[in-house]
């Protein structure tokens, strides 16, 4: 009886904590809606309020015509699902083999793929530009699209490797014994359990790369191919002053795809990231 008391207190805290920490998740992105539907006198106001009172969308249609926002929209659309496609694609076969054959150099090759996700960009920018300027794909697409294949791609196989731990080997020894082969017992047998593991890892690779500026600012020039994160910093002037309004609309529409492919495919999401932490 004794243990049950003292579980309810610690639920307690736990739900507490996982509240504030909602809470500090959410207050940004409340912030930021709020602020997209003030007009500017509301903005500049001193003591600023939650609710916006005189409701706005000015904001947005400012945003619109200043700055070239669904094109830039499309760029990052494209490089999004390119890379998460390709992550994906690249990484399911890979994981596959890192799960199945064990050894030494699985292993290492394992741990690699963890420690390179602690690399700061800074040290990979110059290794890449130049690689892409032999390669003619500096201020390309297909550049950035490689670029975030790249760095989209550790996580991805240690994923996806736990991912495919899960799996009892029998269902494959069981397609082998009626003489399917590797692949065929990889795509048909394999890849249908290993859906929400897909899912989540296309996901996290679309995100990374739809959200992603630093590559984008450097290896991108040209106005037309230009992504969102980096065309809305132009709403800031040459003196670090913001064009609050617009760029809080701006941004709340930048915000909208994750939010929705969030919401559609919640659950596979959870099942797949869970499965594949747990398994790794």
Request: aromatic share 10%.
């Amino acid at each position: 009886m004794s243990a049950f008391r003292g579980r309810g207190p610690a639920r307690a805290g736990q739900y507490a904590a996982l509240l504030a920490y909602l809470a500090f998740l959410v207050f940004p992105f409340l912030w930021l809606v709020s602020a997209a539907f003030k007009p500017a006198r509301e903005l500049g106001a001193p003591h600023p309020t939650w609710i916006p009172q005189d409701p706005t969308l000015d904001n947005f249609r400012q945003a619109l015509e200043e700055q070239p926002l669904l094109r830039a929209a499309g760029n990052s659309l494209i490089a999004a699902v390119a890379a998460a496609l390709l992550a994906v694609a690249v990484a399911t076969p890979l994981a596959y083999v890192l799960a199945r054959h064990r050894s030494r150099l699985t292993a290492a090759a394992t741990g690699w793929v963890v420690v390179s996700q602690a690399f700061p960009l800074v040290l990979l920018i110059i290794p890449l530009f130049l690689i892409l300027k032999n390669l003619h794909l500096v201020d390309t697409r297909t550049g950035l699209v490689l670029v975030y294949l790249v760095w989209s791609l550790p996580f991805a196989l240690w994923m996806l490797t736990g991912y495919v731990r899960a799996v009892p080997r029998e269902l494959e020894e069981a397609a082998a014994v009626d003489g399917a082969g590797r692949l065929r017992t990889l795509v048909s047998v394999t890849a249908p359990l290993l859906a929400p593991g897909l899912v989540a890892t296309a996901l996290f690779a679309f995100v990374t790369a739809w959200n992603e500026f630093f590559f984008a600012l450097v290896l991108l020039k040209s106005p037309e191919n230009q992504t969102l994160p980096v065309v809305l910093t132009h709403f800031l002037g040459a003196e670090g002053a913001a064009d609050l309004g617009p760029l809080a609309a701006a941004a709340f529409l930048a915000t909208l795809p994750s939010l929705v492919v969030f919401a559609v495919i919640q659950r596979k999401i959870t099942g797949g990231m869970a499965a594949g932490a747990v398994k790794a």
